[in-house]
């Protein structure tokens, strides 16, 4: 059983719609991570939190909007999609935004979002 | 800037046999190392770590993993493969020069035949 708990699973949305993937932790990490991962391909880092701060944004289009609300919930909230943006959102955790990169992040399961 | 190779995007061995999924890293600083796994349909679990301290790294499922400075190495292995086994490999790695952000392999997918 995964730590970190994503819904929903799955998520079919049209391009104007607007939508929320939510991910919860409650390990007591200080740092969650929303991650992008293609078919076949690691994943790719979105945005890191820390503190409930925004410590980085990977140059993410707008249309895509994080927010943490506490310790541990983290959303992203969606809107006005393209079909590009289907994939697996990852949320990962970890102990707190160590710089010294020693802790390793635990991952939930992932969103599979479909852009019609 | 740092990379991280996996060579093999797809290995395939049999049931019992063993299992070696490569990583090379490009670092000259040894930075930490990381292998994940991914089942179908699932998000990416830890199999094991490198940080400091012995180069020999056991982690969950009978897997463990060499750290080779002189060969920037971090090589998985397991003795005998079992089926429950095929799943997406990947080697990650942070360092100084990435910020300490994952850099991640290509992924390497296991194929176990019966």
Not at chain 1, 26 to 31: E, P
Not at chain 1, 71 to 80: G, I
Not at chain 1, 88 to 112: E, I
Not at chain 2, 6 to 22: D, F, I, N, P, T
Request: proline share 6%.
């Amino acid at each position: 059983d995964t730590e970190v708990t994503q819904t929903p699973k799955h998520l079919v949305m049209g391009m104007t719609n607007k939508k929320s993937l939510k991910c919860e932790q409650h390990m007591g990490h200080r740092a969650m991570y929303w991650y992008k991962q293609k078919a076949k391909k690691p994943p790719e880092l979105m945005f890191v939190y820390s503190y409930e701060k925004l410590s980085i944004n990977e140059s993410v289009p707008s249309r895509f909007s994080p927010e943490c609300p506490n310790s541990s919930l983290l959303n992203l909230h969606l809107h006005a999609l393209q079909p590009e943006d289907s994939a697996l959102y990852l949320c990962a955790s970890s102990q707190d935004w160590d710089r010294g990169g020693r802790q390793p992040q635990h991952f939930g399961d992932g969103t599979r979002l479909s852009i019609l | 800037a740092q990379s991280v190779t996996q060579l093999g995007s797809h290995v395939s061995v049999s049931e019992g046999a063993l299992v070696l999924l490569r990583c090379n890293y490009s670092s000259s600083v040894p930075p930490y190392l990381f292998w994940y796994v991914q089942y179908p349909n699932q998000g990416l679990q830890l199999l094991l770590k490198y940080t400091t301290g012995a180069t020999l790294v056991k982690g969950i499922n009978g897997f463990e993993a060499e750290f080779k400075k002189s060969e920037t190495s971090f090589h998985l292995t397991k003795p005998s493969a079992h089926m429950s086994d095929a799943a997406e490999y990947f080697c990650a790695v942070s360092d100084h020069a990435s910020n300490y952000q994952l850099i991640w392999g290509a992924g390497t997918k296991l194929i176990i035949k019966p």
